[in-house]
């Protein structure tokens, strides 16, 4: 099955990471020009060679960060100039709760609130501002498709079972946080829906499962075995989906959430 993207201007958050370089190719593979947004600091022109492949005349990157709201109006003037109006955006830049300070794990009642605070900062509020900018503006023109990028841990808990004696802070591998920015990014889709859909956008998330990296390898085989389809997601069982809701393959869904996690959240 072929998706044609040809003409679609798509941006891509996060571009630099573990999974946006998967979107991105993804989405260029299809016909579509990219703009990558990613920290001015990591943004370079080197990376971005090593991001476009053969399609250098279709891929931009550019620095700004998602918090940053004057970064993203400049970001958005950019895309248009270079690219044309955006169609599509993936909104996948995000951060797990950085590691302590002072190296220490913590029990729930010690958490401090500044780590906390920085994850629902990028993760729930950049989102949040990132459709300010260029969901407003598609919006404005009346077409679009926004992916927001939710996660397993925005509907259910980390099952501590499969974090335990590994090499993590306990009792947390990914605090409250996260799962808290996750669930918030899913209620702004729905959110979004409702109010762009009679303007011609649609917004919907995406939320990966567990994704086969640079885990323990005791987790990765604890994972798996908690899986119905019995293994941790590749990268490129996230094209798919990713390619069906950026599309007019879905252009009857909106305000959904597409879990892509093999069923680890049946049961
Ligand atoms: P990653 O940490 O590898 O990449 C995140 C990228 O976002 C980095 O390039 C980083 O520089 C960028 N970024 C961070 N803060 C930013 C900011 N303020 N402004 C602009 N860019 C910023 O993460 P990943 O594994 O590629 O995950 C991508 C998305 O997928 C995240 O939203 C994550 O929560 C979600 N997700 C990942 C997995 C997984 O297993 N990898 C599973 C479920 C959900």
Redesign the pocket.
């Known amino acids: 099955m072929h998706i044609d993207l040809t003409g679609e201007v798509a941006v891509v958050?996060?571009v630099?990471?573990?999974?946006?370089p998967v979107w991105a190719r993804a989405l260029l593979d299809a016909g579509a020009r990219v703009v990558g947004?990613?920290?001015a600091e990591?943004a370079s022109r080197r990376l971005e060679e090593a991001l476009a492949g053969g399609d250098r005349e279709r891929f931009t990157l550019v620095g700004?960060?998602?918090?940053d709201r004057g970064a993203l109006d400049r970001a958005l003037r950019r895309c248009v100039s270079v690219a044309g109006p955006p169609t599509i955006l993936v909104n996948?830049?995000?951060?797990d709760q950085p590691p302590s300070a002072d190296g220490q794990s913590r029990l729930f009642g010690d958490l401090p609130d500044a780590p906390s605070a920085e994850v629902l900062e990028?993760?729930a509020l950049?989102t949040l501002r990132v459709c300010q900018v260029f969901g407003s503006h598609m919006a404005s023109r009346g077409r679009g498709s926004i992916v927001n990028?939710g996660?397993?841990y925005g509907g259910l808990a980390p099952d501590p079972r499969l974090y335990a004696h590994l090499p993590m802070d306990p009792p947390f591998l990914k605090p409250p946080a996260y799962g808290m920015s996750?669930a918030g990014v899913a209620a702004l889709s729905r959110y979004l829906a409702a109010l762009w859909g009679p303007h011609g956008v649609r917004v919907n998330t995406l939320s990966?499962?567990?994704?086969l990296?640079e885990q323990d390898e005791v987790f990765r085989e604890r994972f798996s075995a908690r899986t119905p389809l019995g293994r941790m997601a590749l990268r490129g069982d996230l094209t798919g989906p990713l390619l069906f809701l950026a599309s007019g393959m879905s252009a009857y869904v909106t305000g959904t959430e597409l879990l892509v996690d093999g069923g680890f959240s049946c049961w």
Do not use: H, Q
Request: no cysteine.
């Open positions: 958050t996060g630099l990471g573990r999974l946006g947004l990613d920290l990591t700004a960060d998602i918090t996948n830049a995000g951060i990028v993760n950049g990028i996660s397993l996750k990966p499962g567990g994704v990296g």
